[in-house]
């Protein structure tokens, strides 16, 4: 079975600085994808940025970029230019690229709650 | 446009009630889950339907009922509730290859 870690339960950044938050995985298969979803305080999961692992080339999206490190099974989020809205619950999560039956589920970390400072 | 919506958003209720979350999607999609996020806002899957098929069943009590009329809906049936059934449940979308996309999340208080 997937397993997700991340490992820092908070982070604090000040705004307009950058911030990375960890994730690593576990898994025995070689065609996954990650994710990482923001929980504001309204609760609304939003999808952040995807990664595809047969990808080699690291996902960007404006200020949200990921380093993938396939081998070590690391998956870290960065936040460039933080800004206030940015604070929020973060969850890496997996899920497998077979898309049949237990396949297609989301497995997520334990979150990292970012605060951001003025 | 919302495309993942619940209804309620909150749901109040006494231990022993039965009670329903309403989930529907305009995106699409062929796949629809329910998730749970407790209290330490860990988020597990519950359920997971494909064209109305039942495909997840992840070790929930049989007091938790899915029902998928279509393909566009998700429901979630809870008979006799219990004070460790407060959570936030949220169904969530997905289609081949692309990201699971979430409604607002239902919070449910058992009193």
């Known amino acids: 079975a997937q397993t997700v870690t991340q490992s820092q339960p908070e982070m604090s950044v000040q705004e307009a600085e950058t911030v990375t938050l960890s994730c690593t995985y576990d898994?025995?298969?070689?065609?996954?994808?990650l994710f990482w979803y923001k929980q504001p305080p309204s609760r609304q999961m939003i999808l952040v940025i995807r990664q595809e692992a047969y990808k080699q080339q690291n996902a960007t999206e404006n200020r949200f970029s990921v380093n993938f490190q396939k081998a070590a099974k690391s998956f870290s989020l960065k936040i460039s230019d933080s800004q206030l809205g940015d604070a929020a619950m973060y969850f890496c999560a997996y899920r497998s690229a077979r898309e049949t039956g237990t396949a297609s589920k989301l497995t997520f970390g334990t979150g990292t709650r970012l605060q951001v400072t003025l | 446009d919302t495309a993942v919506s619940q209804t309620p958003k909150y749901l109040v209720t006494q231990m022993g009630n039965d009670k329903s979350i309403k989930c529907e999607q305009n995106?699409?999609?062929?796949?629809m889950y329910w998730y749970k996020q407790d209290s330490k806002k860990f988020l597990k899957i519950m359920f997971s339907y494909n064209n109305k098929e039942l495909i997840i069943n992840e070790t929930v009590p049989n007091r938790f009922s899915p029902k998928s009329p279509d393909k566009a809906h998700l429901n979630l049936h809870i008979n006799s509730l219990e004070l460790g059934d407060s959570a936030v449940y949220f169904c969530a979308s997905s289609q081949y290859r692309s990201p699971a996309f979430f409604g607002p999340g239902t919070r449910l208080t058992v009193l």
């Open positions: 898994t025995s298969e070689s065609d996954y994808y």
């Open positions: 995106l699409g999609h062929d796949t």
